[in-house]
């Protein structure tokens, strides 16, 4: 998702070679094979979080990514994400958001009783503050090089949080269906740099990628083929996670 010219990090399509995917496969084998990974629980006004925290090899300070998922999805959603950037020196932490997957000691939101349970979701961009405390202070992890990746109701919630709490280095929106005028007016001034990877034929998107255009001079935009929303595009696209993981791991190194 560079412009053509540009000095950073050149994207080869690696579908178009037989030796590629088996590289990326070992290289991420090999380089994951002393990568720690552990369960954790976080507590935010009342709701027990869970998440799963995946440190690289070596001791660190590493950067780190909070991986947060779409609404009725969980963390598993990354599991992929969370390989491909441990094989890159990136910590992450997957995380079930209040009322998903593990989070749901006070309750879970069920997309079929939308209106009943939608109130569930309220202070969600707290959590994400929460979670990135946690990452800060974890003393394998360099503070100072942390980046987000939402996915669609969760690309407005970490832009919520980050006006209310402060930016972090880098931020990775996939398919933000929510995203607000106020969070797409401070793209430029929020002195982060911002991804977002949208479907062409994802008809919830088709206001946002011209509106992004117009407001933003310095985010990053890539337009895929297809109609897939949110972490679907990491499954429909395995591409995806691998230039996500890249482009994370270059803008925090």
Do not use: C
């Amino acid at each position: 998702p560079f412009p053509s010219g540009s000095s950073e990090p050149h994207y080869s399509d690696m579908r178009t070679s037989v030796f590629g995917p088996l590289l990326v496969a070992l290289v991420v084998a090999t380089q994951s094979a002393a990568a720690q990974e552990r369960r954790i629980e976080l507590e935010s006004g009342g709701w027990r979080l869970a998440g799963d925290l995946l440190l690289p090899a070596g001791e660190g300070p590493h950067p780190a990514a909070l991986l947060l998922h779409k609404a009725a999805g969980d963390r598993t959603a990354y599991d992929d994400l969370a390989i491909n950037l441990a094989a890159r020196g990136v910590a992450s932490l997957r995380l079930d958001l209040r009322a998903h997957g593990e989070s749901t000691n006070l309750g879970e939101f069920l997309p079929e009783e939308d209106m009943e349970t939608l109130e569930l979701l309220t202070g969600s961009d707290v959590d994400v503050a929460v979670a990135i405390a946690y990452l800060e202070s974890h003393p394998r992890i360099d503070g100072d090089r942390i980046g987000v990746v939402g996915s669609s109701y969760s690309g407005e919630v970490m832009a919520e949080a980050a006006r209310a709490t402060g930016y972090v280095e880098a931020y990775v929106a996939l398919s933000p269906g929510s995203f607000s005028e106020a969070s797409m007016d401070a793209l430029d001034s929020s002195g982060a740099k911002w991804l977002f990877v949208n479907s062409r034929d994802d008809r919830h998107l088709l206001w946002l990628v011209a509106e992004l255009e117009a407001r933003s001079k310095t985010a990053e935009i890539v337009v895929i083929a297809g109609s897939a929303h949110a972490t679907d595009i990491l499954e429909a696209r395995p591409d995806i996670t691998e230039r996500v993981a890249i482009w994370l791991a270059y803008r925090l190194r």
